[in-house]
């Protein structure tokens, strides 16, 4: 069956497809390493930043969102399922959150972050990829209420980059740019590129490739200098590009036949 | 800071930890190569059967239910992300969903798999490892749904196995058992085993390792022979495994501190 909108979506200025850069975490590596690297390219990332970690390098991070690099929200206590037994706590994980205390921290986290960088998020990014608060008969999604907070949502650990046409700005797939090289990368490009999609990617630490959570300092380097050979990419942050793709794409009601 | 429970739950028999070996869509090399494997050690697997290509081979999954293996549910379209652009419709993609769809579709593929084979599914696997309908403000998680028509849903693409403890039997997490050698595969089992938690390993083909989406008919060999060779670890169906868990663990309310 054709997507009939394939037809009508276009990216600006004949581009033939996006990219967005994304580390989470507020992790040091992201910003003594990884932000030096963006800037030297020209290229503007997005970081969700967790408050405690951001708080230990406020300098660094104001500089950058000084200097137009997103910084997104990742919720005030990293909340994700109680199955990282060594990791989570009664406290922090989501099968005992509520959608009120959910909502409650993410806009906390968000005034925090507007107090000390004095940018207010307009992006979130889900901790663990998960998009649930409490268990069973009486679990909810939580994606309704970043789609009432935020501009845009970011997942993970997808199999697959977001179609323009087709994705929901409130949980858009995102692919890992860590532990992989610029020939791997590359490959999930080319693929997102031909066939004019949104390719982004998420990673945590920046440096040593082969350290666990890092996204390769050498690879990114080399993913940089092929996007400035490479106009038809656009690169930019998530915000920027979900927006041109809300004002862009309107999805109907679903047709009756769907229910 | 430490999980009350686990001091309290323990596996039957003396057990350490539990594994369960699951593969979804009724891919033809799962009864021609991989059940005739898990018959050979005598172990029970779990398969998460699409109507439609379990239709191709009626009276093989007959048999192999008949031998007690676990036939489970996979939907009756495996509705995903419409992100995937060149595979979903608008007519499968979970976007265009509703929650009444979804159930009644659930139901239909219970039906038709319960008279094919003989045996009603009590276990789901989540397609794509998604777990929601509808998109932005409108969207709602289907857990709820699968926590009231089965013992146990499975959800995919995790970074860790599930905690007895603390799982949440509507989605349980697991790992990919496709494209990876027996010496991968023995780490996170021993992790697995060390925690004391119940691995489960998904797949979808059976055969050379270097095939796409394929678990490597060697590495599953090893691997059964590895775990005939600890008899402290519980290998059976997601369903029997599932409902000790089940029996043993309960949830109080989440505290009001926690709200």
């Known amino acids: 069956m054709k997507n009939t909108k394939s037809k009508t979506f276009r990216w600006p200025k004949g581009r033939r497809a996006a990219v967005s850069l994304s580390w989470d975490d507020a992790r040091p590596s992201a910003v003594e390493v990884g932000v030096p690297i963006l800037d030297r390219y020209g290229i503007k990332g997005t970081f969700y930043v967790l408050p405690r970690n951001m708080t230990r390098q406020l300098k660094a991070w104001r500089a950058a969102a000084a200097r137009g690099h997103e910084l997104g929200n990742h919720s005030l206590n990293h909340p994700c399922m109680g199955n990282f037994i060594g990791w989570q706590t009664p406290e922090t994980m989501l099968e005992n959150y509520t959608l009120r205390r959910m909502e409650k921290e993410l806009l906390k986290a968000s005034r925090v972050i507007n107090a000390t960088v004095g940018v207010?998020?307009?992006?979130?990014?889900?901790p663990c990829?998960?998009?649930?608060?409490g268990r069973g008969t009486s679990l909810r999604s939580y994606i309704p209420v970043v789609a009432k907070h935020f501009e845009v949502g970011r997942s993970g650990f997808s199999e697959t980059y977001a179609s323009p046409e087709r994705c929901d700005l409130a949980q858009l797939p995102s692919i890992d740019s860590d532990n992989k090289t610029f020939e791997e990368l590359r490959e999930t490009l080319d693929a997102a590129v031909s066939k004019g999609c949104w390719l982004i990617l998420t990673g945590h630490e920046v440096g040593d490739g082969r350290v666990k959570q890092t996204t390769s300092a050498k690879a990114l380097k080399q993913l940089c200098a092929y996007f400035n050979e490479h106009p038809e990419i656009w690169v930019d942050t998530i915000t920027t590009v979900g927006r041109h793709i809300g004002a862009t794409v309107r999805h109907l009601p679903v047709p009756a036949r769907f229910r | 800071m430490r999980v009350p429970a686990s001091n309290t739950f323990r596996w039957p028999n003396g057990r350490r930890a539990a594994v369960s070996l699951t593969w979804d869509d009724a891919r033809p090399s799962q009864v021609d190569v991989g059940i005739p494997i898990l018959d050979r050690f005598g172990f029970k697997g779990t398969f998460y059967l699409l109507p439609r290509n379990m239709k191709r081979q009626v009276a093989k999954w007959r048999a192999a239910a008949a031998?007690?293996?676990?036939?489970?549910?996979?939907?009756?379209?495996?509705?995903?992300?419409?992100?995937?652009?060149g595979w979903q419709t608008p007519?499968?993609?979970?976007?265009?969903?509703t929650l009444a769809r979804m159930e009644r579709e659930l139901l239909e593929a219970n039906r038709i798999l319960g008279a094919a084979v003989g045996v009603r599914p009590t276990s789901f696997a989540y397609c794509?490892?998604?777990n929601f309908v509808g998109?932005?403000?409108?969207?709602?998680?289907?857990?709820?749904?699968?926590?009231?028509?089965?013992?146990?849903?499975?959800?995919?693409?995790?970074?860790?196995?599930?905690?007895?403890?603390?799982?949440?039997l509507a989605q349980v997490p697991s790992i990919k058992f496709d494209n990876k050698t027996f010496e991968e595969l023995r780490l996170t089992l021993d992790a697995a085993v060390t925690d004391g938690c119940w691995l489960i390993l998904f797949g979808h083909e059976v055969g050379s390792a270097r095939g796409r989406q394929t678990t490597s008919a060697g590495a599953l060999r090893k691997l059964c022979e590895n775990l005939k060779s600890r008899p402290e670890i519980w290998v059976d169906t997601v369903s029997a495994v599932g409902r000790h868990i089940g029996a043993?663990?309960?949830?109080?309310?989440?505290r009001t501190r926690l709200r």
């Open chain 2, 135 to 168: 998109r932005g403000r409108r969207l709602r998680s289907y857990v709820p749904l699968i926590a009231k028509h089965f013992v146990v849903g499975q959800a995919g693409y995790s970074e860790t196995y599930a905690s007895p403890e603390r799982c949440d």
């Open chain 2, 128 to 130: 794509c490892g998604q």
């Open chain 2, 67 to 85: 031998r007690g293996h676990e036939i489970g549910n996979h939907t009756l379209r495996h509705p995903c992300t419409g992100n995937f652009i």
């Open chain 2, 91 to 97: 007519g499968t993609m979970l976007e265009n969903y």
């Open chain 2, 248 to 254: 043993a663990v309960r949830h109080p309310p989440a």
């Open chain 1, 120 to 126: 207010r998020p307009t992006s979130f990014a889900y």
């Open chain 1, 129 to 133: 990829a998960q998009t649930y608060v």
